[in-house]
């Protein structure tokens, strides 16, 4: 009965998980039945219905838009940081957030099919295993199968996807250039204000870049997007281009200087945008994905644990190995589309390796389910219910390097478990027999034995409750080392560009 509570102690850290989850489904949804809109509570959803959610609110259950535009804040689903704009015939997610427009859905999915359903029923799969090893779970870290974790102890190679894995998957603002017609400052006001009415990723990263040095970003006077290229625009009285030296150069502007720094940028990984100010060229303005906080210390870490670490993008092979000199990983493998990811893994499978995938979306689902174990960060949701084997809730590379120091400890807590198991048997049998009879007269007593039964299992329960206070050590505070990565390209161009 000892064990029994143990056991049941161990279970109520993931109830807690599954009451979280629970609490980001919305409590009601705007449902509109012979064209009235009433507010109903969501379990009374059906399929078909007619649905309207307005801006700031959860959309209630998975659907499918019918009308309007609005950009969707799935991070919770997919780990995304950047809201997903939604057009009409888009899939929508329950309890992902709606944030800038309004919405007509028609529900597809209600109750026990949405997709928060299914990841509740995953948690709660996992802490109705009979394996103590597959409810074992930190950070929310959750391990889909015993397996999962028995294999992760194995692995002698970890691929990284780069974007949302190594990086955030987000651009923020790099560098401003200046040629000398404006001050840095002033051309990069004038810059996010020429942005400020675009809702491209790139110009948000300048606007927020240009506030966080406390620069105030005016609106602009007039504004004019041109597809492909750029924007033009009236900031504080001034005519500002921004965009590719295409556009620049079609409005009769000598882009020489500007192109040579751009060229410098881009060789860094870093996506330059060229900027004139009342037809003169005035600068360049460079964003990038920038790498997460803790994706340095965290490969050092996998290093330290005697791992191959090997990085996997769909970028060109110039930004690709920029980001790995970076993050100090000396093998990438770059241009490789999404359906040929999964090739990748196999062909490192193939050299005798133990792999491990990490992604963060949909597109590395394939690779993550063709790993020995497959890694997902930020939950895509095909990813969390089908492709992983463990999934990264936190979003962290620093939770890899916790997944796999976790099954090493627990795979020798199972050793010593064995130990216990055995050796009351081991040593109880041979006395049970008599072994000891004949020259001391010692015999074992049917009390003896009963309670050296119970001790074995006490001794197996209470061994595994350690792991519940398995220290999380603290990740090393390192700088990459200096590297020059192995690049390779996408399958089907395979060649060493460097080495």
Do not use: C, W
Not at 459 to 480: C, D
């Amino acid at each position: 009965m000892l064990g029994r509570l143990l056991e049941a102690r161990a279970k109520a850290g993931t109830g807690e998980a599954i009451r979280a989850l629970l609490g980001l489904q919305a409590r009601t949804a705007r449902v509109v039945r012979g064209g009235i809109e009433t507010e109903l509570p969501v379990d009374e959803v059906i399929v078909g219905d007619q649905i309207v959610i307005h801006p700031g609110e959860k959309i209630p259950v998975d659907a499918t838009v019918l009308s309007g535009q609005s950009a969707v804040d799935e991070s919770m689903v997919t780990g995304e940081s950047i809201p997903v704009t939604k057009y009409t015939g888009d899939a929508v997610i329950g309890a992902t957030l709606n944030t800038t427009g309004s919405l007509r859905v028609r529900a597809t999915k209600v109750g026990a099919d949405t997709m928060l359903a299914q990841i509740v029923r995953m948690v709660q799969q996992a802490q109705a295993s009979r394996a103590p090893i597959q409810r074992l779970a930190d950070a929310s870290i959750l391990i889909r199968s015993a397996e999962a974790l028995e294999t992760a102890q194995k692995l002698d190679t970890i691929v990284l996807d780069k974007t949302g894995t190594i990086t955030t998957g987000k651009p923020a603002l790099t560098d401003v250039h200046a040629t000398g017609t404006v001050a840095e400052n002033e051309l990069l006001m004038l810059v996010a204000g020429a942005e400020a009415d675009s809702e491209h990723p790139i110009a948000s990263a300048v606007i927020a870049g240009a506030r966080g040095r406390g620069i105030t970003v005016p609106a602009p006077a007039a504004f004019d997007s041109v597809t492909g290229k750029g924007v033009q625009a009236t900031v504080a009285g001034r005519s500002v281009l921004v965009g590719t030296a295409t556009l620049l150069a079609e409005n009769g502007i000598d882009t020489a200087e500007l192109e040579q720094i751009s060229t410098e940028l881009a060789a860094a990984g870093k996506t330059p945008v060229l900027a004139a100010v009342d037809s003169y060229p005035a600068g360049v303005i460079a964003v990038a994905d920038t790498v997460k906080g803790d994706s340095v210390s965290a490969i050092a870490a996998l290093r330290e644990l005697g791992l191959h670490v090997v990085m996997i993008s769909g970028d060109n092979a110039r930004t690709a190995a920029a980001i790995a000199g970076q993050v100090g990983i000396d093998r990438v493998l770059a241009e490789v589309l999404p359906e040929h990811k999964a090739g990748e893994v196999r062909r490192l499978q193939a050299e005798g390796r133990q792999v491990g995938m990490v992604g963060d979306g949909i597109n590395d689902a394939p690779a993550l389910a063709q790993a020995d174990v497959g890694l997902a960060i930020g939950t895509g949701t095909d990813v969390a219910i089908e492709a992983a084997d463990i999934t990264l809730i936190s979003g962290s590379l620093a939770g890899v390097v916790t997944a796999i120091r976790l099954s090493r400890a627990t795979m020798r807590n199972i050793r010593q478990n064995l130990f216990f198991a055995l050796i009351y048997n081991a040593v109880g049998i041979p006395l049970a027999a008599g072994a000891l009879y004949p020259l001391l007269g010692l015999r074992l007593s049917p009390m003896v034995a009963a309670a050296a039964m119970a001790l074995s299992s006490l001794s197996v329960v209470g061994n595994a409750n350690r792991l519940r206070r398995y220290p999380i050590k603290p990740l090393p505070t390192t700088e990459a080392p200096a590297v020059e990565p192995h690049r390779e390209v996408g399958a089907g161009q395979r060649e060493s560009l460097a080495t």
